[in-house]
């Protein structure tokens, strides 16, 4: 997938450790989209960004998780002090524009696990 | 709020079967359905897409999926199934009212025996 770009693969972490998400998006995508997706369930939106800004994150729990997308770098999803709850796989979409109809390029996720 | 249904969680064909992937969306308003594909192993891949005009649309590998307005609805269809279409289809919206966020129904596992 030349498209975008998600590491790692797979994360362990153990209750109350730190995780790192990053999504580089398509070349020529300055936004970027967070979902997760809980066993058995569908993909839930977490948030939007353009670059070095937060559009809509409507999605994200109101503690421990937060996002960025700077100017140079990668997009970054951080949960702190993670919890067995965490568990999941998250996956980063980026699009080349800000309109709805822009299709969404997803990448292959990060399955997340917590210890 | 919107919310996606997908009908079927598990859905099992036999190679040259018929098949049709039920999507309900709970949206009154002028909304964008999509269509995407996961692979085993692999990232979501776009099947299709409906943004306005024809409302029924042609997509990748012989799929297509026919937009009925009046019952908010967007099925998936494919005539013949091959061992390959075995995979987990997810079934999207979004509406310019509540931004560019795609919801999704909770995915339709199908698997193909050859």
């Known amino acids: 997938n030349a498209g975008v770009m998600q590491n790692p693969r797979h994360l362990v972490r153990r209750r109350g450790q730190e995780a790192r998400l990053r999504c580089s998006p398509m070349k020529g995508h300055s936004h970027v989209y967070w979902y997760r997706q809980l066993p058995e369930e569908g993909l839930k939106f977490m948030v939007y960004l353009q670059k070095e800004n937060i559009i809509d994150e409507s999605g994200m729990p109101k503690e421990r998780f937060s996002a960025e997308f700077p100017k140079e770098g990668p997009s970054i999803l951080r949960i702190q002090q993670v919890v067995r709850g965490d568990s999941a796989a998250y996956f980063c979409a980026s699009s080349g524009g800000a309109m709805s109809n822009q299709p969404q390029h997803f990448g292959d996720g990060t399955r997340l696990s917590i210890l | 709020a919107q919310s996606v249904s997908q009908h079927n969680h598990h859905v099992i064909l036999s190679e040259a079967a018929s098949l049709e992937l039920g999507c309900n969306y709970s949206?009154?308003?002028?909304?964008?359905l999509f269509w995407y594909v996961q692979y085993p192993g692999q990232h979501l891949q776009l099947l299709l897409k409906y943004f306005s005009g024809d409302p029924l649309v042609k997509g990748i590998k012989g799929f297509e999926a026919e937009f009925i307005k009046s019952k908010f609805s967007f099925n998936l269809r494919k005539p013949s199934v091959q061992w390959s279409d075995t995979a987990e289809y997810f079934c999207a919206v979004n509406a310019m009212e509540y931004g560019n966020k795609l919801v999704f129904g909770a995915g339709t596992i199908l698997r193909v025996k050859s």
């Open positions: 949206y009154g308003g002028t909304v964008n």
